[in-house]
């Protein structure tokens, strides 16, 4: 079955530095792989998505993450932070049968400060 | 720009009473889906629909029921709300059958059941 993992629940960075969250999926095939961000009283909205073409993905809002097999990683980055990234983020994996549902790590709470 | 809609945003209920939370997109997706999402929690899927007249179960056991009689709308409902109700409710659509197609979410219902 496929799952995704988070590491750090937290994540700080001053604005203007590197922004890195971590994401590792499961999935016994090439798997569809997601960012989502969720601003506070909001619903989710698709940052950017891996479908088996680019493994460097280009989203919105600066953001950009690398499929990397070897390592079973998805990674998301930004160059320099910005306050209005404060936000909660998650990583996701679409189920490869044929339901396709999407199930979703326990996001990452990430906090810029000034 | 949300193309889906959820309401009410906050509801405050006392225990027992019979709630339903809308949901309806104007995006002519087939597929349709509720999350529950607690805090520090991954989206846990509780209900999912292919198109009309199709619901089914999601991984998480729910002791709400969902029906979907027309395309555009997909409520939920639970029959003697508890307190271990207390969540946030997430609606999502996608277009097709592909599971590269990203969710497109509500803005959840914070449901509070005292």
């Known amino acids: 079955a496929q799952s995704v993992t988070q590491l750090g629940s937290h994540v700080s960075v001053s604005e203007g530095a590197l922004v890195l969250l971590r994401c590792n999926y499961s999935s016994s095939v090439p798997p569809y792989l997601f960012w989502y961000v969720q601003y506070p009283n909001q619903g989710l909205q698709l940052l950017l998505k891996y479908t088996s073409a680019a493994t460097l993905v280009k989203g919105i809002n600066g953001f950009e993450a690398e499929f990397k097999k070897s390592e079973t990683s998805f990674h998301l980055t930004k160059p320099s932070a910005h306050m209005s990234d404060a936000a909660e983020y998650f990583c996701a994996v679409s189920d490869m049968s044929g339901a396709n549902n999407l199930f979703f790590g326990t996001g990452t709470r990430l906090t810029v400060i000034p | 720009e949300a193309d889906i809609y959820q309401t009410p945003r906050y509801l405050v209920i006392g225990t027992g009473k019979k709630i339903t939370l809308e949901c309806s997109q104007t995006m002519g997706h087939d597929k349709m889906y509720w999350y529950q999402q607690d805090p520090g929690m991954e989206l846990h899927l509780i209900h999912y629909?292919?198109?009309?007249?199709?619901?089914e179960k999601g991984d998480l056991s729910s002791e709400s029921t969902v029906s979907r009689i027309r395309t555009e709308h997909f409520p939920l409902t639970l029959e003697s709300a508890r307190p271990s109700h207390t969540s946030q409710y997430l609606c999502a659509s996608r277009r097709g059958n592909g599971g590269n197609s990203p969710l497109h979410f509500g803005n959840g219902t914070r449901l509070t059941v005292t």
């Open positions: 629909s292919y198109g009309v007249n199709s619901t």
